[in-house]
């Protein structure tokens, strides 16, 4: 079953500095049916003005994942970590017993563009860890594996059993992606389109769709034109 959320349906939050949107509910957007998918929580896609951005302010008992998209984002926590992400840079946090981050916009001319997305960990009171990659080059016309709950894999690791992948497609490719027993998918569209189907069931996801996906093995994708999406496989 394929369950649409159209991006223009998400909730949305304008503050000058930060327009963001977002697929569940979130801060003062409130949706009884949107609140979260699975241990997916939240999905807000951020788009930040340059020499803006959120001031230090804590976390706890989650497992937070941030995707670039385009621009850059200085990252500083109470773990000493610091570092500036770009396009292609994922990053992973799990805040655990308890973290304080910030993240702001290092341009001075350019918006930073990114995906925020909380996951509900396995268990609480973890020890709060730290971890980012590049995975431009990993994600062309094909499933790129970022992160897993599954240590032997070679992703970032989250203390949750979950993968999460990023693809970005030529228009006409094509893939399959096949979901074990009781596990349940959701995409995310950041640019482009594609044609979903699975037990001639289709749907069509264009910029900033999200669908749910459950009761489904396989699920094919096709690009209908150049895109780029990540793929939840979800307990």
Request: charged letters at 20%; hydrophobic letters at 35%; a negative charge.
């Amino acid at each position: 079953m394929f369950t649409i959320r159209p991006s223009d349906e998400r909730g949305s939050a304008n503050f000058g500095w930060l327009d963001s949107k977002h697929s569940f509910s979130f801060g003062n957007y409130y949706d009884a049916n949107h609140m979260g998918f699975r241990n997916l929580r939240v999905i807000n896609e951020d788009k930040v003005l340059p020499n803006q951005g959120f001031g230090t302010h804590g976390h706890r008992d989650m497992e937070i994942i941030s995707y670039v998209i385009s621009g850059s984002l200085e990252h500083r926590d109470s773990m000493n970590n610091g570092s500036v992400l770009r396009s292609g840079d994922v990053q992973r946090m799990s805040a655990g017993t308890g973290i304080r981050h910030s993240e702001f916009n290092t341009s001075t001319e350019d918006i930073v563009h990114f995906l925020q997305i909380w996951i509900l960990p396995e268990k609480g009171s973890l020890t709060p860890s730290y971890e980012e990659r590049n995975f431009t080059s990993q994600k062309r016309n094909q499933l790129c594996l970022l992160v897993s709950g599954n240590s032997e894999d070679e992703a970032l690791h989250i203390n949750s059993p979950i993968k999460l992948f990023g693809s970005e497609l030529d228009t006409g490719v094509q893939l399959q992606y096949s979901f074990l027993d009781n596990r349940h998918g959701w995409i995310q569209m950041i640019r482009g389109s594609i044609e979903l189907s699975a037990s001639e069931k289709k749907q069509t996801l264009d910029v900033g769709d999200g669908v749910a996906i459950s009761n489904l093995s396989d699920i094919n994708i096709t690009a209908l034109s150049d895109c780029e999406f990540i793929l939840f496989d979800l307990p």
